[in-house]
């Protein structure tokens, strides 16, 4: 069993997740992507491993919790334990609150919400069997607190995400575990491009400093950071990682 730290990472075919995965595999992590995009993920897996990193894919539908263990169970038969469970998958989608379709608005919550309740829930499991002091870190957003319109589904999950990274601290703290949130902005990601047509993006843009979208790989090395023993203090905290979007707001 090898002494490095093991990263599960999930949404990490593209964007926040992707760019997360490839900073923690070039500071010597063995990094697990999971995502349900399989060529996104084995494309992350492989430039990892061209800059002379380790990962390995597990196509993973995280709001489906026989997903989400079976991907914890992976990492720890491939690399001997886990470490940091980085619940990051998320996805958007701009209707009108009563123009809303009920199954999209529930696929939303499905993934977005569930998905990290999901991954709470098995890393919390085998961290605590494994006897390993981990951390779960969650995507949380400017959007659990600042309502938009148009994105009703969204913020109900994201809100969610807020409370529940709170409430899994208090708990899994007896353990040794512990559970922050980040909460970006506008980041140019696959997602923020869809709200480009309806002049969000612009908005979200003239509130932050620079007038510009926040890089994925910024929001990666606020997810490394917070992973570090100098961040031991922080738990159950939700970091804003926004550009300050929020207190101009």
């Known amino acids: 069993m090898s002494n490095k730290r093991v990263a599960v990472i999930t949404g990490a075919a593209s964007g926040i997740g992707r760019e997360t995965a490839l900073k923690f595999a070039s500071n010597g992590d063995q990094v697990v992507v999971a995502d349900f995009n399989e060529a996104g993920g084995n494309e992350t897996v492989e430039r990892i491993k061209a800059a002379g990193g380790e990962a390995i894919f ?12 079976a991907l914890v169970n992976k990492a720890v038969e491939t690399y001997g334990r886990i470490d940091i469970m980085f619940n990051n998958a998320g996805i958007g989608r701009i209707t009108p609150v009563l123009d809303q379709n009920l199954a999209d608005y529930h696929n939303v919550i499905n993934v977005n919400q569930h998905g990290v309740v999901h991954g709470i829930i098995a890393a919390g499991k085998k961290m605590r069997e494994l006897g390993i002091k981990g951390v779960i870190i969650n995507t949380a957003s400017v959007f659990g607190f600042l309502a938009s319109p148009g994105t009703f589904a969204y913020h109900a999950s994201k809100g969610a995400v807020i409370m529940m990274t709170k409430s899994a601290a208090l708990e899994l703290a007896e353990y040794g575990i512990r559970v922050v949130a980040v909460a970006p902005g506008a980041v140019d990601t696959p997602i923020i491009q869809g709200y480009k047509d309806n002049g969000m993006v612009d908005m979200m843009k003239s509130k932050v400093m620079g007038n510009k979208l926040t890089q994925p790989e910024q929001i990666a ?4 950071l917070l992973t570090l023993p100098e961040a031991s203090a ?16």
């Open 58 to 69: 597990v196509k993973t539908d995280v709001s489906k919790f026989e997903d989400v263990e």
């Open 221 to 224: 090395d606020a997810v490394f």
């Open 234 to 249: 922080i738990n159950g905290s939700v970091v804003m990682a926004d550009e300050g979007y929020a207190s101009f707001k």
